[in-house]
Structures are given as structure tokens and as C-alpha cells.
T-cell receptor, first 112, second 113 residues
Framework: DGGITQSPKYLFRKEGQNVTLSCEQNLNHDAMYWYRQDPGQGLRLIYYSQIVNDFQKGDIAEGYSVSREKKESFPLTVTSAQKNPTAFYLC???????????FGSGTRLTVV | GENVEQHPSTLSVQEGDSAVIKCTYSDSASNYFPWYKQELGKRPQLIIDIRSNVGEKKDQRIAVTLNKTAKHFSLHITETQPEDSAVYFCAASRDSSASKIIFGSGTRLSIRP
């Protein structure tokens, strides 16, 4: 699936719950990114990681958390502090020196 | 922080005509400008990119131009076809190991038969 896999494809969350979105890549890319996509607002950066055990906040990090314990994996947790989590979430990876992103197929999260 | 503005938000052109999407960026240190195409329900895919040491780049029916002085860049699609219908995103970043790509808000391109 293009070397970067997101799961699940659809996810439903109840109010007050934390949920974790999975992102795994086998491209040997150093950098990984999480973006949120809302209609008419393009792609907004949540968190990114250039190297294992290190990550940086993006523009809309509040209510989200990440970890980067392995090069291949960059899971995103949507916490109950995120007030409007319904969105399409895209994970991407890249070789740091080359910039071109490879995107996963996305997870559509809906709060019910 | 860095901001990328993209216009128009929607664009409808007759099949065979040309389409132009324009973007401006705020960070003068930006030197890498990719364009992504996202078809309905699919992931964004890189279609063309340009670096700041180049003013124009072409790949078949797609071309991108860059004006560093004015801090704007554009995507040109000629001889449009139905399969060009998609959302297109411009983006900008600095060429450093700590960089991240900032995306525009997207343009929904529709090709009329």
C-alpha cells in the first residue's frame, strides 16, 4: 500500500474517549508526519518526527499526542481534550534530505 | 510562522482548456515547492515539485513556475482531461533537516466534458 499503512480506515469515538491511530512505514524513511484534513482547510500539521525518540509539535498539536519508539511507527493519540476531533487524518513519511512525502491512505475519525 | 495561500478554492474548466492554480508564501527562506494531487477518497500524491534555483519546470502537460521576488508560484495544466479532476495542494518548505512542509488550502478542479 505504497509502503506506508494507516489503520483503521474508519474509526468511531465516543465523547471523552482517547483513540489511537496507527501509522507504519517500511520505506526506511527517517521523518514521519501527521496531518489533519478538514473540508476547505487543506492539510494542517499536528506533529512531526525527524528521528526516533524525538518529535515536534506542529500547528495544531493541542489535544493530540504521539510517540516514536521505532523508526517504522508513529502512532497518533487523539485525546478527550481535542474538542473537535472529527476529521480525516493523514500520516506521511519522507527522507529528511529530500522532502517529498509519501502519504498513507488516511483514517476517517468520527465522534459519535 | 510560514503561511501558504492558494487560489482559487474551486476551478471548473472545459475539457481541453488550460487550468492555472496560484499560491503565495510568506517565508522568504522557503526553497522547495511541491504540488500534490488528491483524487476523491485517495491519498495525496506528489505530481511535480520545484526548487528555488529554478524558475520553471515541466512534465508533459503539467508545469510549475516560481517567482522568488514576488514569493508566488503557480501550477499550469494544459489540455485538461477528465482524470485531472481532483483537489490540488501547493506547499512550501525550507531545505533543511528540521524543515516541514506547509500546505495551501487546496483547489478543487473540475473538468467539464
Amino acid at each position: 500500500d505504497g509502503g506506508i499503512t494507516q489503520s483503521p480506515k474508519y474509526l468511531f469515538r465516543k465523547e471523552g474517549q482517547n483513540v489511537t491511530l496507527s501509522c507504519e512505514q517500511n520505506l526506511n524513511h527517517d521523518a514521519m508526519y501527521w496531518y489533519r484534513q478538514d473540508p476547505g482547510q487543506g492539510l494542517r500539521l499536528i506533529y512531526y518526527s525527524q528521528i526516533v525518540n524525538d518529535f515536534q509539535k506542529g500547528d495544531i498539536a493541542e489535544g493530540y499526542s504521539v510517540s516514536r519508539e521505532k523508526k517504522e511507527s508513529f502512532p497518533l493519540t487523539v485525546t478527550s481534550a481535542q474538542k473537535n476531533p472529527t476529521a480525516f487524518y493523514l500520516c506521511a513519511s519522507s527522507i529528511v534530505s529530500e522532502h517529498g512525502y509519501t502519504f498513507g491512505s488516511g483514517t476517517r475519525l468520527t465522534v459519535v | 510562522g510560514e503561511n501558504v495561500e492558494q487560489h482559487p478554492s474551486t476551478l471548473s474548466v472545459q475539457e481541453g482548456d488550460s487550468a492555472v492554480i496560484k499560491c503565495t508564501y510568506s517565508d522568504s527562506a522557503s526553497n522547495y515547492f511541491p504540488w500534490y494531487k488528491q483524487e476523491l477518497g485517495k491519498r495525496p500524491q506528489l505530481i511535480i515539485d520545484i526548487r528555488s534555483n529554478v524558475g520553471e519546470k515541466k512534465d508533459q502537460r503539467i508545469a510549475v513556475t516560481l517567482n522568488k521576488t514576488a514569493k508566488h508560484f503557480s501550477l499550469h495544466i494544459t489540455e485538461t482531461q477528465p482524470e485531472d479532476s481532483a483537489v490540488y495542494f501547493c506547499a512550501a518548505s525550507r531545505d533543511s533537516s528540521a524543515s516541514k512542509i506547509i500546505f495551501g488550502s487546496g483547489t478543487r478542479l473540475s473538468i467539464r466534458p
